[in-house]
């Protein structure tokens, strides 16, 4: 097999999962940057991490969860009830 077989949660290293600038306002935990701000929001509007990259290289399996994939099967359920 030439793929590996790896957890959709797990990042991988060309990936860069290092954290985003945060600000607390009236309404809540936003990124400072407006426009990075309206994607990684779920349904409830709760922020998610953002990740940048694309998965490539190897696994990363002792880092972090990768942050978008970890909402991912949250929004899936969340939409299916």
Known sequence: MDR????YLTPWTGEDTSPTPVTVTVSGVA???PVQDALPRDLHGVLWTL??????GK???????HP?????????AEWRT
């Open 59 to 65: 696994p990363a399996y002792a880092a972090k969860l």
């Open 68 to 76: 978008e994939r970890q909402k991912t099967p949250f929004d899936v």
């Open 51 to 56: 990740c940048q990259g694309a998965a490539s």
């Open 31 to 33: 990124y400072t940057i």
């Open 4 to 7: 590996l077989i790896t957890p």
